[in-house]
């Protein structure tokens, strides 16, 4: 079996088995993962990243579908492309549907473009909490383009724009009866906004109430989201979409939002690994301290509220020791 560090080496002069391995590990993110992403951070941030988020049903993975066979379609080079296509995980067993490894099934073939699916995790926000390493490793591995589609459930899907440089949302005509009540979700983070199947009836009605609610709106910002119609299926509509997507490009670039996004980016990846460590250090240590186990049998019984009780226990100092001695050892494991 290679070691990590053949993989690593592999991954970067763009093997597709090493990539799928590494992701593996980092989705399982034990003790490899850190070394991988260490690794890995080193040779990332060329890639351009595109979100996609919308409702169900609205043909997301069929525009990524598209899109992909747009971009590979360019000069220069020929652009490659990553995909990451999350679907629902089951609220049983935790497994997911995949589908879109089927829909994507043209780009199987091309070297150019690598797909990734990967279950929800229960994420409400649509994308699973590891969708950022994983397009980390992409980008390492020399992918262009990253185009990350959500699961789809609906106007909670905000995780996406803590991913992506440019924000695609995709909407059908049917959404037109529920436009106010998205605006306080999906409608204000959409750089681009897609109104697909435009061949149903209300499209054209749908793209005007995007725009009036977009002059009406309280974003400050020099860029006003486009609002495009395609029918994917067909393929009509997606080079507007690449050319609105590179518009965009040019627009983050030059104004210094591309940079303050990927700061913000930095941030968010920094905090909720450590939220993701301490967490799952002060649960060890609860399965392992009587005083602790008291704490949350008194919580779990109603005899105190959580709250007073979380304040006594992070201001025992005692407990906090005890709780970095559980850090400590998580990372030597």
Known sequence: MATLQELMRQMLAGEPLALARLITRIEKEGAEAVEVLREASQ???????????????????TIVDQL?????????????????????????????????????????????????????????????????????LLEASGKDYILIETVGVGQTELD????????????????????????????????????????????????????????????????????LLTKA????????????????????????????????????QFLTTVEEKVSAALRELIEGNGDLKGVLERVQSGEVDPYSAAIDVVSNRDILHKWASALEKRQLR
């Open 43 to 61: 040779h990332a941030g060329r890639g351009y990243r595109i979100g996609f988020t919308g409702p169900p049903g609205s043909g997301k993975s």
């Open 68 to 136: 992909t066979a747009t971009i590979r379609g360019e000069g220069q080079g020929r652009p490659t492309v990553g995909i990451i296509a999350v679907d629902p995980s089951s609220p049983f067993t935790g497994g997911a549907l995949l589908g879109d490894r089927i829909r994507m099934e043209q780009h199987y073939k091309d070297p150019g473009v690598y797909i990734r699916s990967m279950g929800s995790r229960g994420s409400h926000g649509g994308l699973p909490h590891v969708t950022q390493r994983v397009a980390t």
């Open 160 to 227: 996406v724009m803590e991913v992506a440089d440019t924000v695609v949302v995709v909407l059908v005509p049917e959404a037109g009866d529920t436009i106010q009540t998205m605006k306080a979700g999906l409608m204000e983070i959409a750089d681009v906004f897609v109104v697909n199947k435009a061949d149903r009836d209300g499209a054209d009605r749908l793209a005007r109430e995007v725009e009036q609610s977009l002059h009406l709106s309280a974003r400050v910002s020099e860029w006003t989201p486009p609002v």
């Open 233 to 268: 299926a067909r393929g009509e509509g997606i080079q507007e979409l690449r050319e609105a997507i590179g518009k965009h490009r040019e627009y983050a670039e030059r104004s210094g939002e591309l940079a303050r996004r990927r700061q913000r980016r930095r941030t968010t």
